[in-house]
């Protein structure tokens, strides 16, 4: 792997290029004294300096280059940094710069025939670097005060989130096909939890699995019920209640309930039951 010579770091407060004055081996950079200094501001520091810290001149700006980031495209902006900040060397000798983005390491190639682009999938090196940067560059770049670059993140991300939503409102169906898709995941929690239940509590009440066959209905008996040695003729309203108030199902499940076939079920797995079954009366009832 070649020696990484500098660094881009992006970020929502502007461009930074970073010269890398000491780079750990790659060997070595799963040390955990290694993965310590990265941590160290101060030791960190020592690996790396900055070159040249091109800030963002309004929202406007950085929401224009973010958006090019994301699309891997080389900013007129970035590209002037760029041009600024590395040194003019033959196509034989090329620069090495570390860049986060894959495709955007691949626009800086094609624009830049005397840079070559290492990106963390292609080094451990760059990667951990750039993890560096990441977490120092409030304290690395100059002119910043505390906190600058979350609140620059911060309000980059509502505007860039705010740009893409307005850019997807000519879907008109949009909001349709994401209440659909919604319905559809809801539907899959709620079969799967009560196919738990079911698979559950049939251990200790087998034969109201034959009696109710619907999801939700079942769950809630599950939860009305809990330890069927509590089954009684007097809460037979109560059962009638929860299966439209037919009383002659009623009457059947706590009949089961008296001779069932099942096992006796503990304190502590029947609340872990309840949990599950209330989980899913909760869903439907949402759905």
């Known amino acids: 792997m070649s020696a990484i010579d500098y660094l881009l770091h992006e970020s929502s407060v502007g461009y930074a290029i970073f010269q890398v004055v000491h780079q750990p081996e790659t060997i070595g950079s799963r040390l955990k004294e290694v993965e310590a200094a990265a941590q160290d501001v101060a030791k960190f520091g020592k690996m790396v300096k900055l070159v040249n810290f091109a800030p963002y001149r ?79 560059a409030g304290k690395l770049l100059k002119g910043l005060h505390e906190g600058d670059v979350e609140r620059a993140q911060l309000g980059l991300g509502h505007a860039y989130s705010r740009a893409k939503v307005k850019f997807s409102v000519q879907k008109n169906d949009n909001h349709i096909i994401q209440a659909i898709a919604t319905l559809d995941h809801l539907d899959k929690a709620v079969n799967t939890f009560s196919m738990r239940v079911r698979e559950w509590y049939s251990w200790h009440f087998p034969e109201l699995i034959k009696i109710v066959s619907d999801n939700h209905t079942y769950a809630k008996l599950a939860l009305a019920i809990g330890d069927k040695k509590t089954l009684s003729d007097d809460k037979l309203h109560d059962i009638a209640a929860l299966v439209n108030d037919d009383a002659d199902i009623a009457q059947a499940i706590i009949d089961a309930g008296k001779v069932s076939m099942g096992q006796d079920i503990s304190e502590e797995d029947m609340k872990n039951v309840s949990a599950f079954a209330n989980r899913v009366v909760k869903l439907a009832e949402y759905r």
């Open 58 to 136: 309004g929202a406007a700006e950085a929401l224009e280059n973010v958006n090019l980031i994301s699309e891997g495209v080389l900013s007129e902006y970035l590209r002037s940094v760029l041009e600024l900040s590395l040194p003019k060397v033959s196509k034989k000798k090329k620069v090495v710069l570390g860049v986060q983005d894959k495709a955007l390491a691949g626009s800086i190639k094609a624009n830049f025939p005397s840079v070559e682009c290492e990106t963390g999938d292609t080094s451990e090196v760059v990667a951990d670097l750039l993890r560096g940067l990441r977490l120092h």
